[in-house]
Nanobody, 117 residues
Framework: QVQLVESGGGLVQPGGSLRLSCVAS????????MAWYRQPPGKGREFVAS???????NYAEFVKGRFAISRDNAKNTVSLQMNSLKPEDTAVYYC???????????WGQGTQVTVSS
């Protein structure tokens, strides 16, 4: 079975930082494209960042220069470093995996990020 287990969410003040992690199992992690999405309160799920098996990255415009996605294949982990956080970054953040061979998609359970003073 595929599992994506997220951690690192919490409450931070504006301007603060958080680092989210997603540990994957049950997939060929090295060849999978990984991504982070988020869902703000009362809104739909939106793309944040992605990284391919070849470590090509892509970012939503609203996080460029503030967030960085990375992967550690030895630990089957994808991370999202979030700096200069704003109240509008408040959302449930989800980890997503797309498998190379099958093209199937899996989602993590989500982790809450709240930015407030």
């Amino acid at each position: 079975q595929v599992q994506l287990v997220e951690s690192g969410g919490g409450l931070v003040q504006p301007g603060g930082s958080l680092r989210l992690s997603c540990v994957a199992s049950g997939i060929m992690f090295r060849d999978s494209t990984m991504a982070w999405y988020r869902q703000p309160p009362g809104k739909g799920r939106e793309f944040v960042a992605s990284i391919t098996g070849g470590r090509i990255t892509n970012y939503a415009e609203f996080v460029k220069g503030r967030f960085a996605i990375s992967r550690d294949n030895a630990k089957n982990t994808v991370s999202l470093q979030m700096n200069s956080l704003k109240p509008e970054d408040t959302a449930v953040y989800y980890c997503k995996a797309q498998m190379l061979w099958s093209g199937s998609v899996s989602w993590g359970q989500g982790t809450q990020v709240t930015v407030s003073s």
